[in-house]
């Protein structure tokens, strides 16, 4: 019996060898052979990256810096118009008067400060249920009662410093259909959705949930440790940020390497097995502010020193 289990074994490891040798490397001028016998009997140590296998260190680096040169002089998306003003849609939606509208963005004005919604609560004219149903309507989203804050996201936690920046939590995971439920405590804003699809390999969709609701959950979470994350920044080079890529991805024998850009942030996840690690990378002065994460226990020479108004 233990004969034919290693000689199934065996067959196994070849048959994935073999698969592995006929998916040539995705660099154009990668210099490994190029026939699949000859990448057969050669040491494969390569990695996934975007879907796309890349034979070695040197390649997986070219690989990251034409990744990176594509998505670091992106300027962020502006945040989208809304459809209609949120004061216009309460008082069609009978919860606010022409005159409560016209009194809240007066003191709105004044104050320089806040979001409409948030003057319709100071003001008494509003309950953030209210405003946050009227929200949801707003950017054609629905709202959620409660969060659910052991959701897990496929692959892992989405990094906190991009939930903050956002005022976003995972809410809820789907295998069946890989689709991952997000509630946001401000506006909706579809291209960090779009981003973290391709990070995380999934669907996303969006919720809105109260924003003090998920303001609060935030606060929580920023108690909490989290060593997968490694934080860099700000950044100016995308040739030092691959370098620092490539050395982690090498260091960790990472198995899959995704990445995006989100808002300021460059945002790759190594994925280990069933194991992960993100790493996230500041681009320039905007943001200095944001708050530090915990880094995971690795080589000191790896780590580098490191809400829009609604109308």
Known sequence: MQNVLKTLTWKNRWT???EQAHQPCGLAACPS???????LLSPRT????QGVIYCQPKCQEAALKAQLARLYPLTPAAPPSNRIPLGLLMVARGWLTHEQVVTALAAQQS???GRIGDWFEKLGFATEQQVTSALGLQWGSPTVSSLDTTATAPGGWIPFAIMDAFQ???LHFVPATNTLYIAFGERVDHSVLSSIDKVLNCRTRPCVRERKTVAAELDQMRQQPRPEE???GPMHDCAEIARVSASYMSRLGADDTRLGR??????LRLRVGASHTD????LGAESQNVQNVQRPSLPVELILPSAETLP
């Not at 390569?46 to 990256?49: A, I």
């Not at 790493?279 to 500041?282: E, M, Y």
């Open 33 to 39: 052979p190029k026939s699949p016998w000859a990448r």
């Open 262 to 267: 989100i808002g300021s942030y460059i945002w």
């Open 46 to 49: 390569g990695t996934l990256l």
């Open 168 to 170: 976003i939590i995972p």
């Open 111 to 113: 104050a320089q400060t």
């Open 230 to 232: 490694v934080e860099f």
């Open 279 to 282: 790493l996230l990378f500041r």
């Open 16 to 18: 994935k060898r073999w």
